[in-house]
């Protein structure tokens, strides 16, 4: 069972090593704190979902009372209003039956209603939940937005709008892998909920998360590409930038 369930701790200890990482190589940046944003946000969605599992008692004791309650109610209608009495009184025998079943359908409707009231709650958390991880996703596109290797090709030519480029290759390699990187802790934090509560909706909702993640990621990592490719050096000689 090692390998078949998310670790949430060593998901938590991935993201503050990707932290530390990029605090050394890019210290005071702005990736850095986007990074103790997401070990912040990775703690946090732990205790989330560690209390997703935890049954919600005071509910399950409410829904015990309420179907409880419902089935005296039920038992007393039968037991001193009977169908023969309804009738001696001069109400129709068959007016009263359906209104009986009309009656049991909408009770038996109302307690599969607070049967699945928990489940509507947790599911609620979850989206909640969800909703920072999103807007983390979209920061961290932010980051890169402007992280191009167009800008060292030699016929290249910055206008003044451009953003200042002070990266080397190597460097521009390296802050785009750590991208990817959080964009796949962040997908990891979501499957967390899926694995938490094991709802359709709740993991529809975490796939589409992944998904965002997954494709912006890929949009990185043709720029990873792109930056990789060999390059001519002053002396003409071939290599490969390390990154």
């Known amino acids: 069972m090692l390998y078949r369930n998310l670790d949430p701790d060593k998901i938590i200890a991935t993201a503050e090593r990707l932290k530390a990482r990029i605090a050394e190589r890019f210290p005071g940046s702005g990736l850095q704190n986007v990074s103790e944003e997401l070990l912040d946000l990775a703690v946090e969605t732990r205790d989330r979902a560690q209390a997703l599992t935890v049954p919600i008692l005071w509910l399950r004791a409410l829904i015990v009372l309420t179907i409880a309650a419902g089935a005296i109610v039920f038992a007393f209608f039968g037991t001193f209003l009977s169908f023969d009495r309804i009738a001696r009184e001069g109400f129709d025998f068959v007016q009263g039956l359906e209104a009986t079943i009309n009656t049991l359908v909408l009770a038996g409707l109302g307690f599969l209603t607070l049967l699945k009231s928990e489940e509507r709650i947790k599911r609620r958390k979850v989206l909640d939940g969800l909703h920072p991880l999103r807007s983390l996703i979209h920061i961290i596109d932010m980051h890169q937005l ?35 990187e959080m964009l796949a802790v962040t997908g990891k934090l979501a499957a ?35 930056n990789g490719r060999e390059e001519t050096t002053p002396a003409g000689r071939r290599t490969s930038p390390k990154a």
């Open 192 to 226: 967390l909920y899926a694995q938490a509560v094991p709802d359709t909706e709740v993991v529809d909702a975490v796939n589409d998360v992944e998904s965002l993640g997954s494709s912006l990621s890929r949009k990185i990592w043709q720029k990873i590409m792109l």
């Open 146 to 180: 402007t992280k191009d290797p167009v800008v060292f090709h030699a016929e290249f030519r910055p206008t003044a709008s451009s953003p200042k480029r002070v990266m080397s290759r190597p460097d521009l390699s390296r802050y785009l892998d750590y991208c990817s």
